[in-house]
């Protein structure tokens, strides 16, 4: 709409964008408000990093028992290869959500930048996709969360399964 509303005025697309940005104090407020959500997205992809290596574990973990299967698996190691599959889809599940997280919050960011430089407020929109990152990032948490209590429930008492 604000598209046609310049181009019906007669005024140059280009000339509008630069009017409505030549405000540094515009752009700084800008700037100062998506820091919040910028220090949160660095704070998912650390988040994602123990969970990228927690899968990788996992995963590899997976592959060594799946190479002893061809042998002869004991009763301990199908246990052991079920819950690692368990294990691994938890992980996945809070790779993806966490993905989504971070994706969300650069629509947050993004938001915050062209609501500066547009007539129509899109506070609303800029609120759900706020929201829609904590649901994300809160289920990608529990997920995680879930997969560490796994974790530490499955250790066995006497390391043999650590040092395979």
């Given at each position: 709409m604000m598209v046609i509303d310049l181009l019906a005025d007669g005024g140059s697309i280009a000339s509008?964008?630069?009017e409505r940005t030549s405000s540094t104090v515009r752009v700084q407020e800008i700037v100062r408000l998506s820091l919040a959500p910028a220090f949160l997205l660095a704070g998912i992809g650390a988040i994602m990093n123990v969970m990228v290596?927690?899968?990788?574990?996992?995963?590899?973990?997976i592959e060594r028992l799946q190479a002893r299967m061809e042998e002869d698996l004991s009763p301990h190691d199908r246990g052991s290869l079920i819950?690692?599959?368990?294990?691994?889809?938890?992980?996945?599940?809070?790779?993806?959500f966490s993905t989504a997280a971070?994706?969300?919050?650069?629509v947050v960011i993004a938001l915050l930048f062209v609501s500066a430089f547009i007539t129509p407020q899109i506070g609303t929109v800029t609120a759900i996709a706020w929201i829609l990152t904590m649901v994300f990032?809160?289920?990608?948490?529990v997920h995680f969360a879930a997969e560490t209590v796994m974790?530490?429930?499955?250790?066995?008492?006497?390391g043999l399964e650590a040092r395979s």
């Open positions: 509008e964008l630069v290596s927690r899968l990788i574990w996992v995963a590899e973990r819950r690692l599959g368990r294990r691994r889809t938890l992980v996945q599940r809070a790779v993806m971070a994706l969300t919050i650069c990032l809160i289920t990608g948490l974790a530490a429930r499955g250790q066995p008492k006497n």
